[in-house]
C-alpha cells in the first residue's frame, strides 16, 4: 500500500503518542515502576509541571492505568484560567478525535452480530454516497475501509485552498453547521477520491460516514447507538455527544506567540496548506449533528474505561477475535501513519517497528488523539493504557508535552531513547 499525500499539518495531528498525588492510590510494582515507587510519579510531574510553568499547556488531567490497575491521576494546572477554576480529574473535555475509538468500536459490536459486515459496500447502508475517482468512476467503499481510512476521503482542513472541499463547505465536525449529516455527506460525495479505496492511507471524515452508516443499520441517532452499544454497557455517563454536566466542561486554548489563548468561534489553526476552524460552541448546540470522529465531549477517566476494555481483549464488550482484528495492521509501515514505523488498525494508529519510530513503546501499541488538545496510547505487551487530555492545543496534542509524558511513564531521557 502506497503512503498518502499527507500535508505537514497531518503529521502534527498524528504526532500524538501520548485531584493530584495526595489521593494517589500505591502503583503497581512492575518493570517500569519496580525500582522506585515514587519514579513514575516523580518523571511524570516534573513533565507536566515543566509544560504548565513554560506556558505551553493550560491544564491537563493525565491517568496511567497498569494491569488493570491506576497506578498514576492526577489533575493538573487549570480548567478556565480566566476565572481561576483549577483543574479537577472528572472535567469534561470536548474530545475532538477521541471520538473515533468509541465510533469504531460501536462499529464492530455491529459486525460482531451481523448487523454490519467489513468488506460490504457501504452503499448497502448509504446507496446515494458514490464518491467518484478523477477519472469518473465510482469505486465501492468498505466499512474496513472506513475504519482504517483507507477509503479515498480526505478532510477539509487537509486540504489546500482551491480544493473542491473547500468550494462545496464540506464540514469536518469541528464547526457549527450549516446542515446535517446527510447534507455534509451530500457535499461529501461530491468530491474526487484522493485514490481508489483500499490502495493508500489518508486521514478522514471516514468515521463521520461510519457514522451515518450506523445510523441507517441501527434505525438509530448515532448518539443513542453510541450509548447502546458502547457507552451504556461500560456504565460510562460523562462521555457522549451532550455535555452532563456545563460546570466541568473546560474552555479550550489554543498556543500562540504570547501563550495560550482562549478560544472562541472562528478560531482559526493554520494546518500546512489548509487551516482547522474551532467552533467552541457547536458542543453546546443541541442542533448540530452527531459527528462521528470528531463531535463527542467526555472525561480522561472514560477514555480510559473503554481503552482498558480493548486492552483486556473486549472485557465483554467485543470479543478477543473482534479486538485482535483492531489491533492488526491493514495499511502497512509505509503508510507512515504517525511518521515511520506507524501503520493503522481499525480505527487507531499501530506501532509496527519501535526502532524505525525511536520509541519505548512496545511493538502492537496503538494510539491517537484529539485536535482540542489531547493524546492516548495503549501498549498491550506492558498492560499499559495511558491518558492524557489537557485544554491547549497543538502542545496537548502533537508537541513535546506528548513525548514528555511518554518518556516520563517510560523513564527514558528526551532525545535519548534506545530502540
Not at 478560544?263 to 462521528?292: C, H, K, V, W
Not at 511518554?406 to 531521557?413: F, N, P
Amino acid at each position: 500500500m502506497r503512503p498518502s499525500r499527507l500535508a505537514p499539518a497531518l503529521a502534527l495531528l498524528a504526532a500524538v503518542q501520548l485531584v493530584s498525588a495526595c489521593d494517589r492510590p500505591e502503583p503497581a510494582q512492575s518493570e517500569i515502576t519496580a525500582a522506585k515507587p515514587d519514579a513514575l510519579s516523580a518523571r511524570l510531574d516534573a513533565a507536566i509541571d515543566k509544560a504548565i510553568e513554560e506556558n505551553r499547556i493550560v491544564g491537563a488531567v493525565v491517568l496511567v492505568a497498569q494491569d488493570g490497575k491506576i497506578v498514576y491521576r492526577r489533575a493538573a494546572g487549570l480548567a478556565d484560567r480566566e476565572k481561576s477554576v483549577p483543574m479537577r480529574e472528572d472535567a469534561i473535555f470536548r474530545l475532538a478525535s477521541v471520538s473515533k475509538p468509541f465510533v469504531s468500536v460501536a462499529a464492530m459490536r455491529l459486525v460482531e452480530d451481523g448487523t454490519l459486515a467489513l468488506d460490504a459496500p457501504i452503499t448497502r447502508w448509504l446507496p446515494d454516497f458514490r464518491p467518484r475517482l478523477p477519472d469518473g468512476t465510482a469505486p465501492d467503499i468498505t466499512v474496513r475501509q472506513l475504519l482504517s481510512h483507507t477509503s479515498g476521503l480526505s478532510y477539509r482542513f487537509i486540504e489546500p485552498q482551491d480544493s473542491a472541499y473547500i468550494r462545496l463547505n464540506v464540514l469536518d465536525g469541528m464547526e457549527q453547521p450549516d446542515t446535517d449529516l446527510a447534507g455534509n455527506l451530500k457535499r461529501l460525495a461530491q468530491t474526487p477520491l484522493a485514490f481508489k479505496p483500499g490502495t493508500s492511507f489518508h486521514y478522514s471524515l471516514a468515521t463521520d460516514v461510519l457514522g451515518a452508516v450506523i445510523e441507517k443499520a441501527t434505525s438509530q441517532p448515532l448518539q443513542d447507538a453510541v450509548q447502546r452499544l458502547v457507552t451504556a454497557p461500560l456504565g460510562i455517563a460523562d462521555t457522549g455527544f451532550a455535555v452532563t454536566d456545563l460546570a466541568r466542561l473546560v474552555p479550550p486554548y489554543l498556543n500562540g506567540e504570547e501563550g495560550p489563548a482562549r478560544m472562541t468561534d472562528d478560531t482559526i489553526m493554520p494546518m500546512g496548506d489548509g487551516r482547522l476552524e474551532f467552533d467552541p460552541s457547536r458542543a453546546l448546540n443541541a442542533q448540530a449533528y452527531p459527528s462521528g470522529g470528531a463531535g463527542m465531549v467526555g472525561t480522561a477517566g472514560d477514555v480510559l474505561t473503554l481503552l482498558e476494555a480493548i486492552r483486556t481483549g473486549g472485557n465483554g464488550l467485543l470479543k478477543p477475535e473482534t479486538v485482535a482484528q483492531m489491533i492488526t495492521d491493514q495499511t502497512g509501515p509505509e503508510a507512515r501513519t504517525q511518521g515511520p514505523g506507524w501503520g493503522f488498525g481499525l480505527g487507531w494508529a499501530l506501532l509496527l517497528d519501535p526502532a524505525a519510530a525511536n520509541t519505548p513503546q512496545s511493538k502492537g501499541t496503538f494510539q491517537w488523539g484529539g485536535v482540542y488538545g489531547h493524546s492516548w496510547f495503549v501498549d498491550p505487551e506492558k498492560k499499559l493504557t495511558v491518558v492524557a487530555l489537557t485544554n491547549t492545543t497543538p502542545e496537548g496534542m502533537g508537541g513535546p508535552f506528548v513525548t514528555e509524558v511518554r518518556d516520563a511513564v517510560y523513564g527514558a531521557a528526551a532525545g535519548k531513547i534506545q530502540p
